[in-house]
């Protein structure tokens, strides 16, 4: 056979297998939710619990998936696009203390006792009297799983923190990536909880967060500029703003693009923070307390090559996992406000010592899964505390957040150190009016 011969033979059969792999994939059955499922999990006040040094392998992993996220079932199971590999291995640490700071402890104990929930005009409930701190130390009731959805709303912050995430990437299905570096500068002005600082920062309307994300790298893309400000009223949509270099101005975009992909990611504007949900316009029903292993990170978790290739989760030298404590909800826009949404289900998983979200399931519409994956939180230490974690840490700052996208076949992750929090943040980032407003983008190519 000729040269051209071979090669148009090797040709097509290139074709046949990309459009037989493309083809047993379309014919793979998306994982459906099913209550029952979550059902399964290990109640919290369970006398069962892993041993610290377990470790957890792909010959052994279902004896052990009481304990863990669905989604991460989903990735051992291997029936979906993305999975574990079959050399993957979980291993098992002790469960450790991680404290909030005292004086958002402090004003949890002094003001929650205010707090309470109203019913509103969208079929959901808005909260009344939220001070500061934890607004509902002690979730109960019919309401326990919005209540739960406020702890996390309202979990500690701090007034500013500015981390530089370096490792991230988005990938598709054939291994390509985009990468990225950015800056981000994150302010908290209302219900604050750090010492030196007022409840509320004067003079700044009914601001209440602010998120800024400056493109470092690629070149093309540097110093564009995306700036999301949140408004007290936990129900009002806040304000979505992205610089454009090219053209030397800030464009205001629209904030009910909820469900749009955020700055090219497979997270949307709902999912910044691993959740970043407007609570008055959702319902949520407690599954439970339940004891869920919880990755958290080891030394070795900001390096790229200590996570399983292509999936990028984590190995036993970027993380263990800890058997916690963890709320689950089933969040779900309300009647009147579901129409248009794009999320039938947001199983979320929230640490019941810190309310950050660890782990999320999100569902389609018609509740097939779609996206699942981790939020692993590194404890930060707070300034002016002698260098002791035990006065506070667990907010979101360092760590590795991550998203596979099952029906699209995408992966979203995230490494993100060296987080800086208020005082120990340099001057330049200590500026409100520069990081916070859109007027201040314009000065981000100065």
Known sequence: MSNSGKCW????????????????????????????????????????????????????????????????????QGTQFWKLPPDAELVVAANKHIPLPKKYLADTEKYASQVSLVPNSWGGLSPKGYVSGLPFPNPSGPNAGIEIVYNEYYAYVPYLITTYANKGFSM???????????????????????????????????????????????????????????YDDPATLGETFVFVPSLRRSIRLSSAARCAPLVGSDYTADDERSMSIQPPIFQAKFEGYKKILVMYPLDGYVDKANYYKPSYFATPRAAVWMPREVALVDIRRTDQMKQGYCYGSRMAYIDKETWQPIWMDLYDVGLKLWKTGPSMYKPMLLPNTGGDVSTGGGGPGDGMYEFYDMQNHHITFDIQDHALINENAPALYQDFQRWGTPAGMLQVMQ
């Not at 297998?17 to 493309?22: D, I, P």
């Not at 700044?204 to 998120?211: E, G, K, N, R, V």
């Not at 893309?221 to 999301?228: F, G």
């Open 9 to 76: 033979l090797v040709g097509l059969l290139g074709v046949l297998m990309v459009t037989a792999g493309r083809t047993a994939m379309a014919q793979v059955q998306p994982f459906a939710w099913d209550e029952s499922n979550y059902n399964q999990l290990v109640p919290a006040d369970s006398p069962e619990t892993i041993a610290p040094g377990t470790h957890i392998t792909m010959q052994n992993w279902q004896q052990y998936k009481k304990f863990m996220p669905v989604g991460l079932w989903v990735l051992w």
């Open 172 to 230: 598709d299905q054939f291994g390509n990536k985009s990468v990225s570096e950015v800056r981000e500068v994150n302010f908290k002005v209302k219900h604050l909880s750090d010492p030196g600082k007022p409840v509320n920062i004067p003079n700044l309307d009914d601001i209440f967060l602010t998120y800024n994300n400056i493109i470092m790298i690629p070149e093309q893309s540097k110093y564009t500029n995306d700036l999301v400000i949140f």
